[in-house]
């Protein structure tokens, strides 16, 4: 490869990196943290997005279908047990909580779903 071409991938990679970096900063510098909550968000939604991320693809235990008591998920939401992370009303709020709680106690199971 020859000097030039070299020298213009790595300017190509270093605007890739600037790119990048603008898009994380974007929502800091709105005065928002990373992962933060905006506006509220269905159960199926938080489910979809956060919770399936786990459950329902090997990595947790099935949660739907299985009657477990809202204040159950509640608690191991906002307080983490063992794999699972905690999560802060930053990143799932009180009201969505709440409504996340009572529609996974009522959901049914999912046969798409695996874990065990
Ligand atoms: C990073 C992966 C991960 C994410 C994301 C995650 N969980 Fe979990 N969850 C786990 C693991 C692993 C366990 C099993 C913990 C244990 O072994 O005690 C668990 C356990 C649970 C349990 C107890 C299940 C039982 O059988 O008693 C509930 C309820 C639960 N999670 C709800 C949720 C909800 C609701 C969300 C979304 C807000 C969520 N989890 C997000 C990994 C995750």
Redesign the pocket.
Same mark, same amino acid.
């Given at each position: 490869m020859s000097e030039t071409r070299n020298r213009a991938s790595h300017r190509a990679m270093l605007a890739v990196v600037a790119l990048a970096a603008t898009a994380l900063a974007a929502p800091l510098l709105a005065g928002q943290k990373l992962g933060e909550v905006q506006g509220t968000r269905t159960p199926d939604e938080?489910?979809a997005k956060?919770?399936g991320?786990?459950?329902g693809r090997n *990595?947790?235990?099935i949660?739907l279908g299985r009657a477990?008591p809202a204040d159950?998920?509640k608690h191991?939401?906002r307080h983490g047990?063992?794999?699972?992370?905690a999560?802060r009303p930053t990143e799932?709020t009180p009201a969505e909580l709440d409504a996340?709680a009572m529609w *996974?106690e009522k959901s049914a199971a999912r046969k798409q779903e695996h874990g065990y």
């Open positions: 938080i489910y956060t919770c991320y786990c459950h *990595v947790g235990p949660i477990l159950t998920v191991i939401v047990q063992n794999g699972m992370p999560f799932v996340l *996974v």
